[in-house]
């Protein structure tokens, strides 16, 4: 890689002097796509897209249906990479991602529009999957642009810290669209029925999706007053834009051998620690652990708020010490420590090794007709209160078949709410995985862009990133849940909790061995033409 020039270092230099607005500009944007992109998994991780649009029979089944259409997300991502990758090496960052905003935007308002299987019928999963492929495309291009435009503008010494802005918009549209659904919740919550969350549930939830429309509109009306890198321009009036940007990105040698090392010596380990820390762990809360959808979605913000700023300090950092260390060691921190910090987050929320208030202990029995039909549905709520303050909600739903011979059908549930302490502890355990987040993915930005040439740099880098976030990491809480899925059996019924764990954790070892070995030290001081 060639040392940058006096003259590349002057024109970054000057660009400092409008950085700020640079930022803003690509970040709000970009935060909206996340935003956008995380609604779905949000939701999914709480169970309610596969009540919403998968067959209810068998309610583990349309959970993994959920979590499937989340991750058919992921799986065209790099397309989107592709696709608009070469878009933004042909024509410029700017115009590229202001068409991935606008994709990105329409198909999560349409979502929101989507009749529910009830209605539908198989139609409604189909649709709900083609505009989730739309999505994945539109995000697959939106990362590349907006990082490569911050870095383009940015002084080659400062760069990491700079991009680490845009490193944060993908956990804060991760808590962005937690926030909007616990207020959409609270606004429609009933305490005094038998399911509070009934309306949010029913309808409530389409609110996050159709609020979209008017972000988007909002983040356009930014995007359009903005310029097009500097670096770029350069290189356009030089004539030296490139021709073919897949070509040159994937069959030329070098550039290929820095997509594959950038894939599997960084990239594919930062994927699965980013999935695991927060979406697996919102879905690990939720369905293996009972807690309560509120208190788990509150748990999952307080952390993100409380770890964001490292984002910026490991950004920071890495322009002082060098990018690949510190991602390495991040790896490192998460390979040891996640089957410990998930046994703990198990035994924290575990009803049965805590004392029973048993005069507390409540019982409401309801019995009524469903509607439209001649069966009858049996209600069971048991509410149960625990020495140090947790509280429990045990629900038993039994349809009474009018049909005869036909046996009943049981469905269980539970929601656990924590005492203050051990929903603190809750906290710092989510805190700790997403601190390793911020380590590997706070200085990954700057890393990618300074190993690829100005020329075909949103192509190359885009393509490994989406493929290590959307493949590797995307497909976790999938993987995960199958893998535990799989470990059932009737002496035990949940399976093993951890089972699961040894796909992220495998992924991250490969990562981290390659690159040790391979990465370079130090890529701060370097860009290439």
């Known amino acids: 890689m060639a040392t940058v020039s006096a003259e590349k270092q002057g024109l970054q230099t000057q660009t400092d002097k409008g950085i700020w607005g640079v930022?803003?500009?690509?970040?709000?944007?970009?935060?909206?796509?996340?935003?956008?992109?995380?609604i779905f998994g949000s939701l999914a991780a709480m169970g309610i897209i596969g009540k919403q649009f998968f067959p209810s029979d068998n309610p583990t089944a349309a959970f993994l249906s959920s979590l499937a259409t989340f991750a058919a997300g992921f799986i065209v991502r790099p397309f989107g990479a592709l696709f608009f990758g070469r878009l933004g090496d042909l024509i410029g960052r700017k115009y590229t991602f202001l068409v991935t905003l606008i994709l990105m935007g329409g198909s999560t308002f349409l979502i929101g529009l989507i009749p529910g299987y009830a209605s539908w019928g198989a139609a409604a999963p189909l649709t709900v999957l083609v505009l989730r492929l739309l999505q994945g495309l539109a995000l697959g291009g939106e990362y590349g642009g907006?990082?490569?435009?911050?870095?383009?503008?940015?002084?080659?010494?400062?760069?990491?810290?700079?991009?680490?802005?845009?490193?944060?918009?993908?956990?804060?549209?991760?808590?962005?669209?937690?926030?909007?659904?616990?207020?959409?919740?609270?606004?429609?919550?009933?305490?005094?029925?038998?399911?509070?969350?009934?309306?949010?549930e029913t309808w409530g939830w389409r609110i996050p999706f159709l609020l979209s429309i008017f972000l988007i509109v909002i983040s356009v009306f930014i995007r359009m007053r903005m310029h097009e890198s500097p670096m770029f321009k350069k290189v356009k009036a030089e004539g030296k834009v490139s021709k073919n940007p897949l070509k040159e990105s994937f069959t030329k040698?070098?550039?290929?051998?820095?997509?594959?090392?950038?894939?599997?010596?960084?990239?594919?380990?930062?994927?699965?620690?980013?999935?695991?820390?927060?979406?697996y762990a919102l879905s690990f809360m939720n369905k293996t652990c009972a807690i309560d959808s509120a208190q788990a979605n509150e748990i999952i913000m307080i952390a993100i708020v409380l770890v964001t700023p490292f984002f910026l300090v490991f950004g920071w950092l890495s322009d002082k010490i060098g990018r690949k260390y510190i991602m390495m060691a991040g790896l490192l921190l998460a390979i040891l420590a996640y089957r410990p910090?998930?046994?703990?987050?198990?035994?924290?929320?575990?009803?049965?090794k805590k004392k029973e208030l048993t005069e507390q202990t409540k019982k409401d029995t309801k019995t009524e007709p469903i509607k439209g039909k001649p069966d009858m549905l049996q209600t069971e709520k048991v509410t149960k209160a625990f020495e140090d303050g947790t509280k429990a909600i045990l629900i038993t739903k039994?349809?009474?078949?009018?049909?005869?011979?036909?046996?009943?059908?049981?469905?269980?549930?539970?929601?656990?709410?924590?005492?203050?302490?051990?929903k603190w502890t809750m906290i710092g355990l989510i805190f700790i995985q997403i601190f390793f987040v911020t380590m590997v993915y706070g200085p990954i930005a700057a890393f990618l862009v300074e190993i690829f040439p100005t020329k075909i740099r949103y192509t190359s880098m885009s393509l490994p990133y989406h493929v290590g976030n959307g493949i590797f990491g995307g497909l976790?809480?999938?993987?995960?849940?199958?893998?535990?899925?799989?470990?059932?059996?009737?002496?035990?019924?949940?399976?093993?909790?951890?089972?699961?764990?040894?796909?992220?954790?495998?992924?991250?070892?490969?990562?981290?061995?390659?690159g040790m070995v391979y990465l370079p030290a130090r890529t701060d001081k370097d860009v290439t033409d």
């Open 476 to 514: 976790t809480p999938y993987i995960v849940t199958r893998i535990i899925e799989a470990t059932k059996t009737e002496a035990q019924p949940s399976g093993d909790i951890l089972a699961g764990l040894w796909y992220p954790i495998g992924i991250a070892v490969l990562t981290l061995i390659i």
């Open 146 to 200: 907006a990082a490569t435009y911050v870095a383009e503008h940015s002084a080659y010494n400062r760069r990491g810290y700079f991009t680490a802005f845009i490193q944060t918009t993908a956990t804060l549209g991760l808590l962005m669209s937690i926030g909007v659904i616990m207020m959409t919740q609270g606004i429609l919550r009933d305490s005094n029925a038998v399911n509070p969350n009934e309306a949010f």
């Open 253 to 279: 040698k070098a550039n290929l051998k820095m997509v594959l090392l950038a894939l599997f010596g960084a990239t594919a380990g930062q994927g699965v620690v980013w999935y695991t820390g927060q979406y």
């Open 341 to 352: 910090i998930y046994q703990t987050m198990y035994d924290v929320s575990d009803i049965s």
């Open 398 to 422: 039994t349809t009474q078949f009018a049909e005869a011979g036909k046996e009943p059908k049981v469905e269980k549930s539970k929601s656990v709410t924590l005492n203050s302490g051990d």
């Open 23 to 38: 930022i803003t500009a690509s970040s709000v944007g970009t935060l909206i796509e996340w935003y956008d992109f995380y």
